[in-house]
């Protein structure tokens, strides 16, 4: 993979569709969604993460765009962001991070996820204002960047001797990618987040991720019909974006029955521009579909996103799983992770 490439995101993150908008942003409406953000630096980005669901006002007609963010408020961005489960429990606990509050389970899935960790002496730190380099360094492991931070890297500030060593590599690395680009007074590390800084933070690292990432996903619709010894319709759309010219990708489909038991000898039918093609499962329940020879994505709008519909016939009522992913057509070797969808096939009616 090309070296300007920052991750596959499958696994790093998981909101594929919300990032892929940010390719050609459109915003969800015209018109701001509060009336204090008007003419700010960061309206674009508040609007953005706001009709995506990530980030609220402090009332339905107020951002307040100057106020503080907290560690806590920033942990819940983050974690909306990534679109992981939410999780209430962890190796990692704080002693301030009281249960039943609202940000409970946040601020935990941030810790376990890597994202945030505390401030030392068992503690979160809820309540006090995230700083600028404790920002980057959050947005930074929630988009699964650590990988590419070099430790021992300065970023061109020329406060760059007051950030934090552990945050220094991340700084250099958001200066590299235009995510920070500082002020008059440098980049002013312990400077106290405010809600419009964090939103435009967060916008900007989404956006050169974007630009850069090499994104896959998958979807699926129409499992929910399904009846032993009928024809099924079902539907799955897939998403590659930025995926190095130099490959051509084919599908790969796993279907298995109950206790992960291959369904072998299934016959599934697909709609091509060729018209409709089949494929059949083998001992194991896999089975490789599209041209032999591979096709690139952004040819056949994959970069976009391109829907497909399925039939099949499945026997036996039961409970299911299809898997679905990419590999590479010159040696079947995957490329990013299967996507899973589970259903339920129900008996037939006499």
Known sequence: MAKNRIKLITSALTTAALVSTLVAPALASDKAPFQDISGSYAEEAITFL???????????????P???MNREQFATMLVLTKEVELQSTGDLQFADNRAGAWYHDFVQTAANEKIMSGEGGGLFGIGKPMKREEAIVAILNMLGMEQLVDPNATPDFKD??????WAKGY?????????????????????????????????????????????IGFDFQGFDKMIAGQESTFTISALAINVPQELSLRYKATLTGENGTPLANQT??????LGWQTFTTDENGVAYFGPAEGFKPAEIDLEKGISTQFKTK????GNYSLQVSFVQASDLQPFGRAF????????AQN
């Open 160 to 165: 760059a001797v007051d950030i934090a060593p």
């Open 50 to 64: 706001n009709a995506h669901g990530i980030l609220n006002g402090v009332d339905e007609k107020t951002f307040a």
């Open 171 to 215: 700084v250099a690395l958001a200066q590299k990618l235009g995510i920070v680009v500082g002020t008059g007074e440098g980049f002013q590390p312990k400077v106290k987040t405010t809600r419009a800084m964090g939103a435009q933070m967060l916008y900007l690292s989404l956006k050169e991720y974007a630009n850069h990432a090499t994104m």
């Open 268 to 273: 599934i039918s697909y709609e091509s521009p």
């Open 340 to 347: 899973e969808q589970r259903f339920t096939v129900a008996p």
């Open 314 to 317: 499945i026997a036996n009522a």
């Open 66 to 68: 100057n106020g503080l």
